[in-house]
């Protein structure tokens, strides 16, 4: 079992930022990959960045630039700065662990709101 804490989430300006952390506990595997996924109403659930345990990073295309994800040294700790906020980053962004790399999500966090205004 995996637990994931997320903080960070609340309300902002277009244009201002946010750094979301994400706190991992639990029967971890070495190789691993954490992220962040989001959820808009009426929207499915999307991946907006993830990490695996050797640093490899992607993004989603309406992100990259803004957005930045980073792991702490201990790689239980995985963070998502966000830069540049728009009205449509407004959902609810939720952490996500899976055992390998580039995979599917076995674990999530409780969510965290992030709401830009325009």
């Known amino acids: 079992q995996v637990q994931l804490v997320e903080s960070g989430g609340g309300l902002v300006q277009a244009g201002g930022s946010l750094r979301l952390s994400c706190a991992a506990s639990?029967?971890?595997?070495?190789?691993?990959?954490m992220g962040w996924y989001r959820q808009a109403p009426g929207k499915q659930r999307e991946l907006v960045a993830g990490?695996?345990?050797?640093?490899?990073?992607r993004y989603t295309n309406s992100v990259k630039g803004r957005f930045t994800i980073s792991r702490d040294n201990a790689k239980t700790t995985v963070f998502l700065q966000m830069n540049s906020l728009k009205p449509e980053d407004t959902a609810v962004y939720y952490c996500?662990?899976?055992?390998?790399?580039?995979?599917?999500?076995?674990?999530w966090g409780q969510g965290t709101q992030v709401t830009v205004s325009s």
């Open positions: 990490i695996d345990n050797v640093g490899i990073t």
């Open positions: 996500s662990y899976c055992s390998a790399t580039r995979c599917n999500p076995e674990y």
């Open positions: 639990g029967s971890m595997f070495a190789i691993n990959t």
